[in-house]
């Protein structure tokens, strides 16, 4: 199969698998497409919002979609690291002699969703950390990969903060993507009503296997990015960090810390993901600004003048991507623009 | 692999159209200008004739020249053309991207779909106009110089103003005179002034007589010996001494350095240019925030002072070393006690003991006479049994003055100065930090607040304080601001 005949498969695998998701989840169009290009691109997704969007349905209705084994962990204050790894344990074999035996974790999944992971203590969310980062843990000295392709999608609930652990920064840098789920509107409201009052149950199709997935991995990787487009992802990188001397004002004014390196690379996969799903075979300055917000929300740290006053990352990001694009237009020539 | 020639062509077409804008852009720049040069020769035409009606001609022509060349001949790089074909024709960066990628030897294969699917949709573009044209500022302003330049060309020249400057010397004859005059009493004024012969200024040179009794010596900067050295007058005046000494006057005043401060003993002392040194950089800050360079420069200042009669400069040095050693909290202690003790040799100065003066002389001989009749003198007195300086116990004689006079001096030292007292303390020598009435506080408000304010962000930002109540804390301490 030709590299352009794999690239028609990927646009054909995506919207099949998107097409089967929203047979079930009814108007997050943009948060279905935001987490299978997070699954594509390689990483991990922090889903947020309250309690009843269908983060979860969400999450379960895509591994129905894909033939790869799902385990779901409910994260709970009481929750220990070794309820997600698991442990070693004594077994006994035919002879009577005992010995150690591990027990795998639920960790050990290829999507593994992390309910409310902010309800658990940060020692039980670090465990996460190992396998997030690396794709295996260690237990008892032993490191164990996890199976792949591994994706997480870890789902958080902004309110009701009582006895939560917000997640710390170093963790939340590892999810390739922070995706709001919103409230639907009225019309996507009377469709959940339809479909979820009726007995009829839909049936969700298999669209894709585990060796599919990491082979649209790897093709994903390989599309082109012009220079001027990748000039684009690090300049907004840059202009989220008030150090910079070309830092915007909102920058300046609102931000403690900006996005990390890590914060570029999902900018850019991301993209790479969008263009190839999008049946393009190069990334173009709109997928870099579509994408702006999903990887680089999470990744800010406001001062305290952006806590007190109750900045939105969304926004704020906005104006940094809309300050980066302002400023190289004005350095083209005006009949270069 | 090069990028195919219809996608080469696109770029090439776009070049040339940006080449035809700039060049558009330029020229008209260059017409504005050389219109301008050219109304600015014609203001000059009636000196330099018919010459000046061509050369205007010629600096338009050549204003324009030069833009339209300028704008040609620049070069156009063929991404920033691939840019502009992107975004006219809506291909997603799909043709810089071939240019960039098409050639590059670590292309991967789906580089070469792109190509492909590039070249489909080149192919299908029709051809226009995609670079707009944009004029510059001057073309607004343009008709203004031509206009100018045109109702010069075809108006009587400008009149110069001709001739030199009056002449103001007498030599001129009376009947020139006669002429230029309107009036009869500038007539006769002007004719007697001519009738008198003008006078040079001359220096002559003249003898003084001696007079009698002179001869004293005299010393140099001596004033009173210039009314009474009569020996002056024997002298011719000595004009390159005279410029010497004011030259080196001049000099004494390029050294502001070695001239007597004549304020410095009643405004400033070195205790208080060291405390406000030592509150500019300590106040709100942590010891871990200090710079450690300027409290050394601080500690060095002290140990300098200290060498100069004080008693402080062990302290300082020991804060020295304790700050090479990285250990800022034993720095800052070190200053502090150094601190302390400047500001007790300060007060002991002020209170008028370290001078020696007639009020030191009058209390120690009433000390002296109240010591022969059985009493005390106020160098004796024995303030540590809760008496005596303390408000409201009757016998204090008050030798320092109001406290709170002299506490409110400047608006941010509100702390106690001076030392405690020795001897029994009751309550009056407690580190109070709440709001005192009329007592001061021993802390610095600045520094206080100022370490509050830190520690709240740091709350905020740490997510410690809940979100509701961030507003309530913000207005708390903005309202603190402005009291």
């Known amino acids: ?337 | 692999m090069t990028p195919p020639a219809p996608i080469t062509g696109l770029v090439q077409r776009v070049t040339r159209q940006i080449r035809l804008r700039r060049a558009e852009h330029a020229g008209v720049r260059g017409a504005f200008w050389g219109a301008v040069g050219a109304a600015l020769v014609l203001v000059f035409k009636g000196p330099l004739g018919a010459a000046s009606i061509g050369s205007a001609v010629a600096l338009v022509a050549v204003g324009v020249l030069a833009g339209l060349a300028w704008g040609l001949l620049r070069r156009v790089d063929a991404r920033d053309a691939a840019h502009v074909a992107d975004r006219a024709f809506a291909l997603d960066d799909r043709v810089a991207t071939v240019l960039e990628w098409a050639g590059r030897p670590d292309r991967s294969p789906l580089v070469d779909a792109l190509v492909a699917d590039t070249l489909a949709r080149v192919e299908a573009l029709a051809p226009r106009r995609i670079v707009r044209r944009v004029l510059p500022r001057e073309a607004r302003w343009l008709p203004v110089p031509v206009l100018t330049a045109l109702a010069l060309s075809l108006a009587p020249p400008v009149p110069m103003p001709t001739g030199g400057l009056p002449d103001f010397l007498p030599s001129r004859g009376e009947d020139e005179r006669e002429e230029r005059s309107a009036s009869t009493l500038l007539e006769e004024r002007t004719r007697a002034l001519a009738k008198q012969p003008l006078k040079r200024a001359m220096l002559e040179e003249r003898d003084f007589a001696q007079r009698a009794g002179a001869g004293g010596a005299t010393s140099p900067g001596d004033l009173t010996a210039i009314f009474k050295d009569t020996s002056l007058s024997g002298h011719r005046p000595d004009f390159n001494s005279f410029l010497k000494k004011g030259d080196e006057r001049l000099k004494l005043l390029e050294h502001v350095d070695r001239l007597p401060d004549l304020q410095s003993d009643f405004t400033s002392t070195s205790y208080k240019m060291v405390f406000r040194k030592s509150k500019a950089l300590t106040s709100g800050l942590r010891p871990d925030q200090i710079t450690p360079q300027k409290l050394k420069e601080l500690l060095e200042e002290m140990e300098r002072l200290g060498r100069k009669g004080g008693t402080w400069g062990g302290d300082a040095a020991e804060g020295m070393e304790a700050l090479e050693g990285g250990q800022t909290d034993k720095a800052l202690e070190a200053m502090q006690k150094a601190l302390d003790k400047m500001r007790a040799m300060d007060a002991a100065q002020r209170s008028g003991k370290g001078l020696r003066g007639g009020r030191e002389r009058d209390r120690g001989a009433r000390g002296r006479d109240a010591g022969r009749g059985g009493g005390e003198g106020y160098d004796e007195q024995d303030f540590g049994d809760a008496d005596g300086l303390l408000p409201g116990r009757g016998r204090s004689p008050m030798p320092k003055g109001e406290a709170t006079a002299r506490l409110r001096a400047t608006p941010y030292d509100v702390g106690v100065e001076g030392e405690s007292r020795q001897g029994r303390k009751d309550g009056y020598d407690t580190n109070l930090t709440g709001r005192a009435g009329s007592m001061g506080s021993r802390l610095q408000y600045l520094g206080v607040i100022g370490q509050y304010r830190k520690q709240m962000e740091d709350a905020i930002t740490r997510e410690q304080v809940p979100r509701e109540y961030h507003d309530q804390i913000k207005d708390y301490f903005q309202a603190l601001d402005e009291r």
């Open chain 1, 1 to 337: 199969m030709s590299q352009e005949e794999r690239a028609q498969a990927f646009v054909g695998a995506f919207r099949a698998l998107q097409t089967e998701v929203e047979k079930v989840i009814v108007g997050h169009g943009e948060i279905i497409a935001h987490v299978l290009t997070g699954m594509f691109a390689g990483g991990h997704v922090l889903l947020e919002g309250v309690p009843g969007l269908g983060k979860t349905l969400l999450v379960k209705t895509l591994a129905e979609g894909l033939e790869l084994s799902f385990s779901r962990i409910q994260f709970t204050p009481d929750l220990m690291p070794s309820d997600i790894v698991g442990t070693n344990i004594i077994v006994e074999d035919a002879d009577g002699r005992k010995h150690f035996q591990f027990q795998h974790g639920p960790i050990f999944a290829h999507i593994l969703l992390a309910d409310e992971i902010n309800r658990a203590t940060p020692k039980t969310q670090s465990a996460l950390l190992e396998g997030m980062q690396e794709g295996a843990v260690t237990v008892g000295g032993a490191s164990r990969p996890l199976p792949a392709p591994f994706f997480v999608l870890a789902t958080q609930n902004p309110i009701e903060m009582e006895g939560t652990y917000p997640l710390p920064e170093a963790q939340l840098d590892r999810f390739l993507f922070k995706l709001r789920v919103r409230y639907p509107a009225i019309e996507e409201l009377n469709a959940i009503i339809d479909r979820t009052t009726r007995s009829r149950q839909v049936g969700i199709e298999r669209v894709m296997s585990g060796p599919t997935v990491l082979g649209f991995r790897e093709l994903v990787r390989e599309v082109p990015i012009a220079s001027h487009v990748r000039d684009f992802a690090s300049t907004i990188v840059m202009a989220t960090h008030p150090q910079w001397e070309l830092a915007p004002d909102v920058t300046r004014r609102y931000v403690r810390y900006g996005a990390s390196p890590r914060g570029a690379q999902a900018l850019v996969l991301g993209a790479k993901v969008r263009a190839l799903a999008e049946g393009r075979y190069n990334v173009s300055i709109e997928d870099i600004k579509a994408l702006a917000a999903p990887a680089l929300r999470h990744r800010l740290i406001l001062n305290f003048e952006g806590e007190a006053e109750g900045v939105d990352t969304d926004i704020l990001v906005g104006q940094v991507v809309e300050s980066v694009e302002a400023a190289s237009v004005e350095r083209r020539e005006p009949f270069l623009q």
